[in-house]
């Protein structure tokens, strides 16, 4: 997935907002929430990031790089 630029997130230094990447693993899974998130390095608009799910857990990657993962919570809400 590659993400927009999102105005604000920050001028000189644009950032995807962690927000964005939780939705859009929240869309990809339909878990309810997340019990458990770690973001580990920056991701900048226009990066191609993927996504990985094994059961209940999920890995963002860049190339070879992790830049965030957590546990979702399954189930309905």
Do not use: Q
């Amino acid at each position: 997935m590659v993400f927009p630029d999102y105005p604000g997130h920050f001028p000189g230094e644009p950032l995807v907002p962690g927000a964005a990447l939780l939705d859009w693993v929240a869309r990809e899974t339909e878990w309810r929430g997340f019990e458990r998130v770690r973001f580990v390095a920056p991701v900048r608009p226009g990066e191609d990031v993927a996504l990985e799910v094994r059961g209940n857990h999920f890995t963002i990657t860049r190339g070879a790089e992790v830049v965030a993962h957590g546990v979702g919570i399954m189930g309905p809400s």
